[in-house]
């Protein structure tokens, strides 16, 4: 299956807990971190969510 490396990009703070609780799921806690994840619905979801504060990395 394949994978989607996620980078975060903006910060949870000021931000609803639903939003910081997905990034949390995402694996994602601290600026410029990146998580690798299954490409599922559930996880393109997710990035949908909080699309402002994270970005989708090449390779």
């Known amino acids: 299956?394949?994978?989607?490396k996620i980078k975060q990009?903006?910060?949870?703070?000021?931000?609803t807990k639903d939003q910081r609780a997905?990034?949390?799921?995402l694996g994602l806690n601290k600026m410029h971190k990146v998580s690798e994840l299954q490409?599922?619905?559930?996880?393109r979801g997710m990035?949908?969510?909080?699309?402002?504060?994270v970005q989708v990395v090449e390779g």
């Open 22 to 25: 997905t990034l949390v799921g």
């Open 9 to 15: 990009t903006g910060s949870p703070i000021r931000r």
């Open 47 to 53: 990035i949908r969510k909080v699309q402002h504060m």
């Open 1 to 4: 299956m394949a994978t989607i």
């Open 39 to 43: 490409d599922s619905p559930e996880v």
